[in-house]
């Protein structure tokens, strides 16, 4: 029942990642004052369905000096990592809702800096490396601060489990008692997703786009795939920590959604940051405030 329940929120979560795309071309359509994907289906509803059939079924090709197992394996790694967070969301019933949930995805979230730093490293490209050098920097100066400010709201619940989030933010949400922190989460949120204005991972402009400058077909979908299932993650866990966490409920849903939808309306908004001020921002700002 465990594995089956297990299987189930893998399925809904690629199925919600899906339709996160779609929301993305929509809003950033209508931010640009156009429609978006809207030919595929009625009124795009099939579109992500058709890129991924489009993605996977592409030819793919392979560097001639990369390092073929490691370039191979650390899109499929990404996106396994990326899917396994999700086993730490709590369930009411038979799922696996664990005592020490918070430093699973702690434990978890940190693996994925290798995958980065080897898919830019196995491609044998100089732009791919330069661009997972600075991917990996990053995020290794987010993390920091993000599991700072995590203990902060773990002291106030003296508990590692999910689940008591939900208990304690049964009268007063903790966005009340700790809004600094609660927004600085939500930055370095975005800083860890590799999301605008924090995208110098894979900045287009002036990087080739990044470490996955050598993926096409496959490899790209896998990690395309990872990101966004990683931004559900973060937006799951920021309606646990400080929206209330009634995760039985559907207000917690639409949350989510919302929160998600603000990681795009970021996107659209703000400009790329410049990448000292980010180390700057990671290093002096928020590191000195704990």
Not at 24 to 47: D, S, T
Request: hydrophobic letters at 55%; charged letters at 10%.
């Amino acid at each position: 029942m465990m594995m089956f329940s297990s299987l189930i929120l893998l399925i809904c979560v690629l199925i919600g990642v899906a339709f996160l795309t779609l929301l993305e071309r929509k809003v950033l359509g209508y931010i640009h004052i156009r429609k978006g994907p809207n030919k595929v289906g009625m009124l795009g509803l099939v579109q992500p369905f058709s890129d991924a059939i489009k993605l996977f079924t592409k030819e793919q090709t392979f560097p001639l000096m990369s390092n073929f197992n490691l370039y191979y394996f650390s899109p499929v790694m990404n996106f396994f990592l990326s899917l396994f967070l999700w086993i730490c969301m709590p369930f009411f019933s038979v799922n696996l809702s664990f005592n020490l949930s918070m430093l699973f995805f702690l434990s978890v979230s940190s693996l994925g800096v290798y995958t980065v730093m080897l898919a830019g490293w196995a491609s044998n490209s100089n732009y791919a490396l330069l661009g997972s050098l600075r991917a990996v920097a990053q995020t290794i100066s987010y993390e920091v601060s993000l599991a700072l400010i995590l203990l902060s709201f773990l002291y106030l619940i003296l508990s590692l489990n999910m689940l008591d989030f939900m208990k304690y933010q049964m009268k007063i949400w903790f966005i009340f008692l700790l809004l600094p922190l609660s927004l600085m989460w939500l930055v370095s949120s975005l800083a860890e997703t590799n999301r605008t204005p924090f995208d110098f991972a894979e900045g287009e402009s002036e990087l080739v786009s990044g470490f996955n400058v050598e993926y096409s077909s496959g490899g790209f979908a896998m990690i395309f795939l990872a990101e966004y299932s990683s931004i559900l993650f973060m937006s799951m866990l920021c309606c646990m920590l400080f929206l209330g966490g009634d995760i039985f409920t559907m207000m917690f849903f639409l949350k989510l959604v919302f929160i998600s939808f603000f990681w795009i309306w970021v996107r659209g908004t703000l400009p790329r940051f410049r990448y000292d001020k980010l180390m700057y921002l990671a290093w002096k700002s928020y590191l000195s405030v704990f």
